[in-house]
């Protein structure tokens, strides 16, 4: 049974992968994605890190191979360019069989053999030039090494072949005798981004060797259990204490999807206490309406002054002080700190720009892979519906509809030509070279792998996660079969329907996903009311014996929706953002009327907006049409003194204006556009 992440036998998961294999593509969104994704991304981003002058990424494996010769070129990790291609490839190919992709495939993993070294270590960035192993944790050796475990795996179970596993064993032995207990001093805090701990968890699953499930827990145990961490790379405070979102939004969701994995795998009980909370912090006070989990460009963590005083490295008495109480009685609780400065962060409690918001898309990635492993773990709808609202808005949103240009960030408002750009953001969608190399890789696995989280196997049934035109043939934890195909227009229509194509004769149940926006939902069996309980939220049970032609019809209402931001999100404070369905939608300059610029719309709180399919925008999208307050603003730009920054308020009088909202995944690609997600309430009269 090789799922996603092969939890066939993982002995604590409530709900377990169902084979890669079992679940097809029918004509629809997400097909039409797959087929894109196989016959442009994966082509053009080979070509791209195959090209020396360009990405160099193969380059660097070729050298260190011996096969020619010449320096390192590109960013520390990138070697993972070619593991995650190799993973999101090995997904299409297990669909597919395509054979130019399984080639490709071969010619990679044969240059990436014989550029390990013979202890297994493998890193370009730092082979080709010489440079001591593990000299800054900056140089992302463990990293890449992570992102070898996986794409090993996934290619190891879609292609039979043990080439690349072989490789991947390598690198497991390598990791597990390096870093086991006691860890060497000079190790401590080498860790940047902490891939492998999925990486070996996965190995583990794939293989049956105990050591590197053991190797994956010593991982996670040892952030935070030695002094001098940093909130940056999450290892601070022990992962079990933690009880805070605070650094790089990237390494903080691959540790928690790792250390999930060690759950799955052990049952650890504090730890999954610790996870728990921590997906509250970041669900409850750090996550935009998209989805987006990374606010901060550049800033600084903020902690209790009792927690870093706790967490200080003896002997640091400046921290250490932080602990003492200011005159009066104040809750220590509320006397916090600045204490690191970290980058592409989670920000404090409700600091969510939306301007200047980061939102790499390898953390949206990174928050699938965790909601991910959190479902399976607990069986919680609400995993998934983080993981439905991630993939349709703040993941696929990275990726422009050619196919062959990127973000990085994904900001929820956007000025045009006179945004200031920050870190990783752009006026218009990139290509990645010897630079921008991680979201484009990391999008590309991300995609090939969707067909591997829409269903999931409980113990007496089958559960429907996410919604999507697909067929299911695969078997049951007791071995029997069951075949259905699901037809639906999902995302743009809330219709689904399950025809049984082969069931056992026992009964069985079927679980449907009832997301929290869906109220009103009906399941009907062959026609009929299905009786049973229907809980938005949570999983719906259908429960039967099947015969195949049976068939059960769910509908979810798509009504529109006007969501207001919690009232300490200053950036949203008298505004609403815009959705239907699964998706956010956003409001895009080249849909306003001609005069109407999108910092004079404002939307009034009983506005109407109607859906239609317009097959001719976009690659076909529903947007929404409806009608809105035209506010002329004004004229800031011509004043001077303190009238630039403040003015006597003078309301001008509001005209109708028509307006489009389009889904916020497609924006970007009709040129540079200003483009907002929240919008000003107009003024009731």
Not at 125 to 150: A, C, K
Not at 386 to 410: A, P
Request: charged letters at 20%.
């Amino acid at each position: 049974m090789n799922g996603i992440t092969k939890t066939d036998r993982s002995p604590f998961a409530r709900l377990r992968s169902v084979d890669l294999k079992a679940a097809r593509w029918r004509p629809g969104f997400w097909a039409d994605r797959f087929e894109r994704l196989r016959t442009v991304t994966l082509p053009h981003l080979w070509d791209l890190m195959d090209d020396p002058a360009r990405g160099h990424a193969l380059t660097n494996l070729r050298i260190a191979a011996g096969e020619m010769e010449g320096e390192f070129a590109g960013t520390h990790w990138q070697d993972e360019w070619v593991y995650k291609w190799i993973e999101g490839a090995s997904y299409v190919v297990g669909q597919t069989g395509d054979p130019d992709l399984d080639a490709r495939m071969d010619e990679a993993i044969r240059v990436i053999a014989r550029a390990q070294q013979p202890d297994g270590y493998l890193a370009t960035q730092t082979i080709v030039r010489g440079w001591p192993r593990f000299e800054r944790p900056q140089h992302h050796e463990v990293y890449v090494m992570g992102h070898l475990l996986s794409a090993a795996c996934a290619h190891y179970r879609m292609t039979g072949k043990t080439t690349f596993l072989d490789v991947a064993r390598k690198v497991g032995d390598y990791l597990h005798a390096t870093f086991k207990p006691p860890r060497p001093p000079e190790l401590e805090h080498k860790i940047f981004n902490p891939s492998q701990i999925m990486g070996l968890a996965e190995l583990y699953r794939t293989t049956g060797e105990p050591r590197y499930l053991e190797a994956a827990r010593f991982f996670v145990d040892y952030h935070g259990a030695t002094p001098g961490g940093s909130d940056q790379m999450q290892d601070r405070v022990p992962l079990r204490e933690e009880t805070q979102v605070v650094g790089h939004m990237v390494l903080s969701t691959y540790l928690y999807a790792g250390a999930t994995d060690v759950v799955l795998e052990t049952g650890d009980e504090s730890l999954l206490h610790a996870l728990d909370r921590l997906w509250h912090d970041l669900t409850e006070k750090r996550m935009y309406v998209h989805g987006g989990v990374a606010p901060v460009h550049r800033g600084h963590s903020v902690r209790p002054r009792e927690v870093i005083a706790r967490h200080a490295p003896a002997g640091n008495a400046s921290l250490q002080q932080q602990s003492s109480r200011p005159a009066g009685e104040y809750p220590a609780h509320l006397i916090h700190r600045h204490l690191d400065d970290v980058h592409e962060a989670a920000g404090d409690d409700y600091e969510l720009p939306n301007g200047t918001a980061y939102n790499e898309t390898c953390a949206q990635i990174g928050n699938v892979l965790w909601n991910w492993r959190l479902l399976e773990a607990t069986g919680h709808a609400r995993h998934a519906e983080i993981m439905e609202l991630s993939l349709y808005n703040s993941v696929i949103s990275g990726v422009g509809l050619d196919g062959r240009s990127w973000f990085y960030t994904n900001p929820l408002r956007f000025y045009g030509r006179d945004h200031k750009l920050l870190s990783q953001d752009a006026y218009e969608r990139f290509q990645p070279g010897r630079v921008h190399v991680c979201c484009p890789s990391n999008l590309t696995r991300a995609e090939a792998g969707v067909h591997g989280y829409l269903y999931a196997r409980s113990d007496d049934g089958l559960a429907l996660n996410l919604y999507a035109a697909s067929d299911f043939d695969g078997t049951l934890p007791d071995g029997s079969r069951l075949a259905l195909t699901q037809e639906t227009d999902y995302p743009w229509d809330g219709t689904v329907t399950l025809t049984i194509r082969a069931a056992p004769e026992r009964p069985i149940a079927l679980l449907p996903r009832i997301p929290s926006w869906a109220g009103g939902v009906s399941i009907a069996v062959n026609g009929h009311d299905a009786a049973v309980a229907v809980q938005p939220g949570s999983y719906a049970r259908v429960e039967r014996a099947w015969r195949a032609g049976d068939v059960v019809t769910l509908h979810l209402p798509m009504a529109v929706r006007l969501l207001e931001g919690n009232h300490r999100i200053e950036t949203t404070r008298n505004q609403v953002a815009v959705a239907r369905g699964p998706l956010i939608y956003c409001l895009e300059s080249p849909d306003l009327p001609e005069g109407v610029r999108l910092s004079d719309v404002h939307l009034p709180p009983d506005a109407t907006l109607a859906p239609r399919h317009r097959p001719d925008l976009l690659g076909g999208v529903t947007v929404l049409e409806g009608e809105a307050e035209a506010v002329p603003g004004p004229d800031w730009q011509h004043a001077e003194g303190l009238a630039a920054l403040y003015r006597p308020l003078e309301r001008a009088t509001p005209t109708r204006c028509a307006i489009t909202f389009i889904p916020y995944f497609a924006w970007a690609n009709r040129g540079v556009s200003e483009m907002s997600v929240w919008l000003p309430l107009a003024v009731r009269r």
